[in-house]
């Protein structure tokens, strides 16, 4: 588009929206494409309806009143059944379509009754666009709203009345003499005029958008701005030759099988939907694991107060969250990031709310929120920043979710993780500043078998007079067992294997949580296993609105004299062989409830020695509750004859005959549970 018409474009902006003058960047841009996109389309609507309108036969009405309803009624089943599909254009940009198999419906209807048919679409989008302006809650969603109305109507009407005007043209006739091609060619021509002509109307409002100096898309991510709108328009055009099909169908066979057609349509469009609906959450989930895994190792691997927390969280944490706009705020007004970088910030009543309550809040679109809002285009999602030890709220995460707002809960469980480790990122300052011992907690998350193993010590630590050997099964991607060796000071280590309840994403998630908080409070409280239970409980509980607990065995270790300081979490009792007292052993059972259950628990802290040959087996329920094929369990009985013959193996060899003796017993039967195995074996001498 011209220099000239943009500037009148802006010009008309400037009066429409109040501030529009400091308004920069791609909202500038999209601003002046919506508006530009109604002047442009408003006439070429208003023709087409006044077209149609003198087209339209009203005996066709009457007469066929009937297969038009039921016409309608598939079409509003097919847009109910539709998908998204959106791409990263740039990191943190996001473009999104829509589609459907509709055009089953839709131009099969024209060519089988004529263009009295099109009021279908019409009729259709115009109660469409009226639930989009009920639900716009600015003039921004209503322009873009309108804008979306005036090219689909006029492109799509116009077009299927110059596709029906050639039509007749050729000979064509409602509905087609049959399913011959001699027959439907009047049929293909039209339809292709029918799918082409759209395209090219809708292209003045592309090229006014995507050649806007204010979008500041680089040359790289243009290529991928074209490849993207090249889809969203050839959608249509893949539908067509099963368009033509369909009714040349319906004249051949008649009505029967062409809803046969239309019902194989339908089931694949439902399939379709439901995919699409996954394939949006799994890419979801794994772009928040994938932000929130390298922002942890991030933060472990740079030293506190090298690097602020705003570069951190704009490096890792923008386009965390697809489609939303994110905003990060320390109270009371540090802002440490604001994705993307022209969404208006929340009001002070937010995070007024925020400070004062200090809880997570859900909120779908069109739900009160407790400061009197209801935000009928998003949902809303707000996380508190609490401090590690005191439970002040240090700030806040606001989330604002406009595609598929009903469907907020999905990124909770991500936006609490980011919470936490901005608290532990800002406890880790702290703790740096007190004291140059202590070192930022790391944290780790998984969604895959690298991922989970990426959370696994990388190698055994060489500590002489000691082997330590583990090992995850899962069985899932995603687990929700844990194990981690914590090198403490002064030769002492810390052990910890722990089961997280649940599995999936959400598993992942919390166990990435509470290993981070265990590692942070173990080294505040290296010989105080108790304490380290404590403090993580109440954290847990604090930052989690989530119903899921963790059992967990954690014990301080000295590699110098085998004194062994742990606390059990509701933990499977570790075994603790005396190879050289003939086979004996002691159990080391629970010394509390699990974590995350109740905000006062106390865990007893116990004492042994591991004496020189021993050996400490812990595991997870996983390998007592694996089952066989009659679905009997492994159990404890059988684990214990198993590892009280292996402890006079190396502890390779005692770890890999245990997990074989489970697998062995398993069989064909599907692993239900991780299981998890970690060996400490004492030196003979």
Request: with cysteine; charged share 20%; aromatic share 10%.
């Amino acid at each position: 588009m011209g220099r000239g018409v943009r500037q009148l474009i802006e010009r008309l902006a400037t009066r429409l929206w109040p501030g529009f003058e400091t308004v920069t960047g791609r909202e500038r841009a999209v601003r002046t494409g919506d508006l530009f996109g109604v002047l442009y389309a408003a006439p070429l609507t208003a023709v087409a309806l006044v077209w149609l309108a003198a087209v339209t036969d009203t005996t066709v009405l009457r007469t066929s009143w009937a297969p038009l309803i039921l016409l309608f009624a598939l079409v509003y089943a097919l847009r109910r059944l539709d998908f998204i599909s959106y791409t990263e254009i740039e990191r943190g940009v996001h473009a999104s379509f829509g589609g459907s198999a509709e055009d089953m419906v839709r131009w099969p209807a024209a060519l089988m009754f004529g263009p009295t048919a099109l009021w279908m679409y019409v009729f259709w989008r115009t109660f469409s666009m009226a639930g989009d302006l009920r639900r716009a809650d600015s003039l921004e969603l209503r322009l873009t709203a309108a804008r979306s109305y005036a090219v689909e109507i006029g492109g799509d009407t116009l077009a299927g009345i110059a596709a029906l005007m050639l039509y007749y043209r050729l000979g064509g006739i409602h509905p087609p003499a049959g399913l011959s091609l001699p027959a439907l060619v009047p049929a293909i021509l039209a339809t292709a005029v029918r799918f082409i002509v759209p395209v090219v109307i809708s292209m003045p409002h592309l090229l006014m958008t995507t050649r806007s100096p204010d979008l500041g898309f680089s040359k790289a991510a243009m290529p991928k701005v074209w490849k993207f709108m090249w889809f969203a328009a050839s959608w249509p055009l893949l539908v067509a030759p099963f368009a033509v099909f369909a009714t040349g169908l319906y004249a051949e066979k008649g009505v029967v099988a062409y809803l046969f057609i239309i019902g194989g349509t339908l089931f694949a469009s439902a399939l379709a939907h439901r995919m699409s609906r996954f394939v949006e959450l799994s890419t979801d989930r794994g772009r928040e694991l994938r932000s929130l895994v390298q922002l942890g190792w991030a933060v472990a691997d740079i030293p506190p107060g090298t690097v602020s927390l705003e570069t951190l969280l704009d490096e890792y944490a923008r386009g965390m969250f697809a489609m939303c706009s994110l905003n990060v705020r320390l109270f009371p007004d540090r802002t440490l990031l604001n994705d993307p970088d022209y969404a208006d910030p929340p009001d002070d009543v937010v995070w007024d709310w925020l400070q004062a309550v200090g809880e997570t809040l859900v909120a779908p679109a069109r739900h009160a929120l407790p400061w009197g809002e209801t935000p009928r285009s998003y949902g809303t999602v707000l996380v508190p920043i609490q401090h590690t030890e005191t439970n002040e709220i240090l700030g806040g995460i606001a989330i604002r979710k406009r595609v598929r707002p009903e469907h907020v809960d999905d990124i909770v469980h991500a936006a609490e993780s980011l919470a936490t480790q901005i608290a532990a990122v800002l406890h880790g300052e702290e703790v740096y500043e007190r004291t140059i011992h202590t070192m930022l907690a790391e944290e780790e998350l998984a969604v895959a078998a690298d991922m989970q193993a990426s959370l696994m010590p990388s190698k055994a630590p060489d500590v002489p007079g000691w082997e330590f050997k583990a090992i995850i099964d899962s069985a899932r991607q995603a687990s929700g067992d844990f194990v981690d060796l914590i090198p403490l000071s002064d030769g002492k280590w810390g052990l910890l294997i722990a089961d997280v309840s649940g599995k999936g994403v959400a598993a992942a998630l919390y166990m990435a949580m509470v290993r981070t908080l265990i590692r942070t409070y173990a080294f505040e409280s290296e010989c105080e296993p108790g304490r380290v239970m404590e403090n993580a409980n109440r954290r847990i509980l604090s930052d989690s609105s989530d119903d899921s607990y963790v059992t967990a065995f954690y014990a301080v270790l000295e590699s110098a004299t085998g004194r062994m300081c742990y606390a059990n979490a509701g933990h499977n009792a570790p075994y603790l062989f005396r190879v050289f007292d003939g086979g004996e052993f002691e159990e080391l059972r629970a010394t509390g409830i699990p974590l995350g259950m109740l905000e006062d628990s106390k865990w007893e802290q116990r004492e042994v020695v591991v004496r020189p040959g021993d050996r400490l087996l812990a595991y997870t329920d996983g390998a007592t509750d694996a089952v066989n094929e009659d679905d009997e369990p492994f159990g404890e009985v059988r684990l214990l004859e198993v590892a009280r013959h292996a402890a006079l193996l190396s502890p390779i060899e005692m770890r890999t005959t245990v997990l074989d003796s489970i697998k062995g017993f398993v069989g064909e039967a599907e692993q239900e549970d991780d299981i998890t195995i970690m060996i400490v074996a004492r030196d003979d001498a």
